[in-house]
Structures are given as structure tokens and as C-alpha cells.
């Protein structure tokens, strides 16, 4: 399997278990990845009343961690400088522009290794969805709970 329907698979797994917890019912056999390339979001799918859906997808991790975790040798310790990402992933992923006429959620996860307390992405995506004009219907944030941060009136 190519990396590409591992990530596929694995966004798959990440929308469902959201579901589940936001407790959105949605018809499961109309979910379909999006083509990015047509600037369709992640996630297309039909609500229950039959009306179109998307769901944008975006990974809080920290790329600095994630890269001493993938070489850590248990032998050498090691001192990482790093610095909070959460925001830049969210700011890019608020900016996106999108090629379809369904409501858009947005769908902030975190995942380990990430560094920053849950809290403080909490507060910083929170503040950047009220400053940042975007077209999102609404922005979650899933981590160890699910959080609304954003439901356009």
C-alpha cells in the first residue's frame, strides 16, 4: 500500500471516530476523500436529509518532535529546541479556499508527539477563528475531548 491510501485510510479511521463523537449522522456509504487537486476538501459526504457535506481535515503535530521520535536512538540523549505549531497549521488551513457550494466543517486534531498543552491550542485556534475571515460552517478541535470552537450563525 502507497503512502497516499495509508493517509487516506488513516483520515478515514481520524473523520469516523469525529463522527462519533460529535454525534453527526451522516450516510456512510456517501463518504468519498476529496480531490485535492479539484480544491474539493478532505472529506464529501451526505447528511442524513441527503444535503452535501465536507469536512476539511488538519494534524496538530509537531514536526520537530515527530523527527527525533522517528531517529531517537535509546543510547544518545537528546535536546530538543522546538516551538508550538498549532497555530500555523490552523491559520493555513482557515486560509484555504475551496471549489465546492456544501457547508465546510473544519476538523483540528491534535496527535502525539506534539508539545504544546491541549489547552493552549485550545485557546490559540479558538482566537484565530474569531480574527481570521474564513468560510468554515464550523471548526472543532479533537483532541482528548471534542471542542467547538466556531458555528457560523
Not at 20 to 49: Q, Y
Not at 89 to 109: F, G, M, N, Q
Request: charge should be negative; glycine fraction near 6%.
Amino acid at each position: 500500500m502507497n503512502r497516499e491510501c495509508e493517509k487516506i485510510l488513516y483520515e478515514h479511521s481520524i473523520f469516523l471516530s469525529f463522527l462519533r463523537k460529535a454525534g453527526i449522522d451522516i450516510d456512510h456509504e456517501s463518504i468519498r476523500h476529496g480531490e485535492h487537486t479539484l480544491g474539493e476538501p478532505d472529506i464529501l459526504c451526505k447528511n442524513m436529509s441527503g444535503d452535501c457535506c465536507a469536512f476539511e481535515l488538519g494534524r496538530l503535530i509537531n514536526p520537530d518532535l515527530m523527527q527525533v521520535q522517528m531517529s531517537w536512538n535509546p543510547q544518545n540523549g537528546t535536546y530538543v529546541r522546538t516551538r508550538d505549531y498549532s497555530g500555523d497549521i490552523a491559520e493555513k488551513k482557515l486560509t484555504k479556499v475551496y471549489k465546492v457550494s456544501c457547508p465546510i466543517d473544519l476538523v483540528l486534531y491534535t496527535e502525539f508527539p506534539n508539545g504544546t498543552p491541549e489547552s493552549f491550542i485550545l485557546l490559540k485556534v479558538r482566537s484565530l477563528t474569531s480574527t481570521i475571515e474564513h468560510s468554515y460552517n464550523r471548526v472543532w478541535l479533537k483532541g482528548s475531548e471534542l471542542h467547538l470552537l466556531h458555528e457560523s450563525s
